[in-house]
């Protein structure tokens, strides 16, 4: 061998002394394009997307650009199984992240963890994504039903006590997870004093609202609880509204987005009380600069505020990123170390991905539904809720005995 081919051999067994990375690294996005949901999956879509070009502009990830990869589940679990196998054996994706239903969340997730990688879940709250159907490849960013019910719940007991409530309740997993936290935190777990009605999920007709609202109508309660989500609670709020529901009864939702919101309207929206994650007027209000930035660069890039299931997919993102540089690699297994028990803070206070069940634990506010008024003088007529409340994350979370118990109840072990 001369010298010009030993130097070459050389050189190239130097350069096989390092790992290999993709020419880019490719997020798998599983969201609802279409299908009730799709005003979710929209907001989530525009957030990824800015997140992935800011990065881009910023010089990736590990010096390589990343690529957004997307399938449209339309909301079907079945969907979001066989888009989650394309996105993984197919596009090669190091990651899949979306979604706005826990059934689409929790199915996805267990391909992912079949086929080695992370599942972030986004807009997804049964208790059961990180709960009893929980596992290592699975973090969730969104609080689930017991957190947001466990604010709610500190909230209604002091303002309302002793009321009579009434649950109108859609008929799957998230529904009944939700309704069931939200009776443990308000006392009223007494079916017969504070009954309830289930909607069908996911094809519910007006009539199904009607017959449900009908029962609340006359059973005299007090606090009308909706818990239902996407296009159906927008329904079912315009139903109770022409009913003349909100006249006799105090509305209130598990959880509320500001498309959820714009879609039913200003006025219905009024004095309705929820929870939230996040909302765009929230950093203004309690003064988080990153999450003022966010929130001008989505509206000067899109014309729309952004929601907080749009600073759920923008933050998975970031996060995704801040994971694989602290690893160095985009590995699964040491991903999931990195990020198991890290604390950060982005778009709002500090939050933290909890390592035993990996369950974003963040502050979860307490919003009523401003004037009308208030409403329309915003220019984009998106300033629908005011802070009337708050819960810690560690303080509105299940604790390990408590999740543990969620485990064993399911037949799982007590680790993911």
């Given at each position: 061998?001369?010298?010009?081919?030993?130097?070459?051999?050389?050189f190239?067994?130097?350069?096989?002394?390092?790992?290999?990375?993709?020419?880019?690294?490719?997020?798998?996005?599983?969201?609802?394009?279409?299908?009730?949901?799709?005003?979710?999956?929209?907001?989530?879509?525009?957030?990824?997307?800015?997140?992935v070009?800011?990065?881009?502009?910023?010089?990736?990830i590990?010096?390589k650009?990343?690529?957004?990869?997307?399938r449209?589940?339309?909301?079907?679990?079945?969907?979001?199984v066989?888009?989650?196998?394309?996105?993984?054996?197919?596009?090669?994706?190091?990651m899949i992240?979306?979604?706005?239903?826990?059934?689409v969340t929790?199915?996805?997730?267990?391909?992912?963890?079949?086929?080695?990688?992370?599942?972030?879940?986004?807009?997804?709250?049964?208790?059961?994504?990180?709960?009893?159907?929980?596992?290592?490849?699975?973090?969730?960013?969104?609080?689930n039903?017991?957190?947001?019910?466990?604010a709610?719940?500190?909230?209604?007991?002091?303002?309302?006590?002793?009321?009579?409530?009434?649950?109108?309740?859609?008929?799957?997993?998230?529904?009944?997870?939700?309704?069931?936290?939200?009776?443990?935190?308000?006392?009223?777990?007494?079916?017969?004093?504070?009954?309830?009605?289930?909607?069908p999920?996911?094809?519910?007709?007006?009539?199904?609202?009607?017959?449900?609202?009908?029962?609340?109508?006359?059973?005299?309660?007090?606090v009308?609880?909706?818990?239902?989500?996407?296009?159906?609670?927008?329904?079912?709020?315009?139903?109770?509204?022409?009913?003349?529901?909100?006249?006799?009864?105090?509305?209130?939702?598990?959880?509320?987005?500001?498309?959820?919101a714009?879609?039913?309207g200003?006025t219905?929206?009024?004095?309705?009380?929820?929870?939230?994650?996040?909302?765009w007027?929230i950093?203004?209000?309690?003064?988080?600069?990153?999450?003022?930035?966010?929130?001008e660069?989505?509206?000067?890039?899109?014309?729309?505020?952004?929601?907080?299931?749009?600073?759920?997919?923008y933050?998975?993102?970031y996060?995704?990123?801040?994971?694989?540089?602290?690893?160095?690699?985009?590995?699964?297994?040491?991903?999931?170390?990195?990020?198991?028990?890290?604390?950060?803070?982005?778009?709002?206070?500090?939050?933290?991905?909890?390592?035993?069940?990996?369950?974003?634990?963040?502050?979860?506010?307490?919003?009523?539904?401003?004037?009308?008024?208030?409403?329309?003088?915003d220019?984009?007529?998106?300033?629908?809720?005011?802070?009337i409340?708050?819960?810690?994350?560690?303080?509105?979370?299940?604790?390990?005995?408590?999740?543990q118990?969620?485990?064993?109840?399911?037949?799982?072990?007590?680790?993911?």
């Amino acid at each position: 061998m001369n010298k010009k081919a030993t130097v070459f051999a050389g050189f190239l067994i130097f350069l096989c002394s390092f790992p290999v990375l993709a020419d880019t690294i490719k997020l798998g996005f599983n969201y609802p394009e279409s299908g009730r949901y799709k005003d979710l999956g929209l907001q989530q879509r525009l957030a990824a997307f800015l997140a992935v070009e800011e990065i881009n502009n910023a010089g990736g990830i590990l010096g390589k650009n990343v690529e957004l990869v997307i399938r449209n589940t339309a909301g079907s679990p079945e969907r979001g199984v066989t888009n989650t196998e394309e996105l993984i054996k197919q596009e090669k994706a190091d990651m899949i992240f979306g979604g706005a239903s826990s059934a689409v969340t929790i199915a996805s997730g267990k391909v992912a963890k079949k086929l080695g990688r992370l599942y972030f879940g986004t807009t997804t709250s049964a208790n059961a994504t990180t709960g009893s159907e929980g596992h290592d490849h699975m973090f969730r960013e969104y609080p689930n039903a017991w957190m947001t019910a466990n604010a709610l719940g500190s909230y209604l007991t002091s303002t309302f006590d002793d009321a009579k409530y009434f649950y109108v309740t859609a008929d799957y997993t998230w529904g009944w997870s939700s309704e069931a936290s939200i009776r443990k935190f308000t006392n009223t777990s007494d079916t017969e004093t504070h009954p309830h009605a289930l909607t069908p999920f996911p094809r519910a007709f007006i009539k199904d609202f009607k017959k449900a609202l009908t029962e609340a109508d006359a059973s005299g309660a007090d606090v009308l609880i909706l818990v239902l989500y996407g296009d159906d609670l927008v329904r079912a709020l315009k139903v109770a509204y022409e009913m003349g529901l909100k006249d006799k009864m105090k509305i209130v939702l598990p959880n509320i987005t500001l498309g959820i919101a714009q879609n039913a309207g200003a006025t219905i929206m009024e004095d309705v009380i929820s929870t939230t994650p996040w909302e765009w007027m929230i950093p203004y209000q309690l003064g988080f600069v990153r999450g003022q930035e966010f929130a001008e660069a989505f509206t000067e890039k899109y014309g729309v505020r952004p929601t907080s299931t749009a600073a759920t997919a923008y933050g998975i993102v970031y996060q995704y990123k801040d994971a694989v540089e602290r690893a160095g690699t985009t590995k699964t297994q040491e991903l999931i170390k990195a990020l198991e028990g890290h604390e950060f803070t982005l778009l709002k206070d500090t939050q933290q991905w909890r390592a035993f069940d990996h369950q974003n634990l963040q502050t979860v506010y307490v919003v009523r539904g401003k004037k009308r008024d208030q409403v329309v003088n915003d220019p984009l007529r998106s300033d629908f809720f005011e802070v009337i409340g708050s819960l810690e994350g560690d303080k509105a979370a299940q604790t390990l005995t408590e999740w543990q118990a969620e485990r064993t109840g399911a037949n799982k072990p007590p680790h993911l």
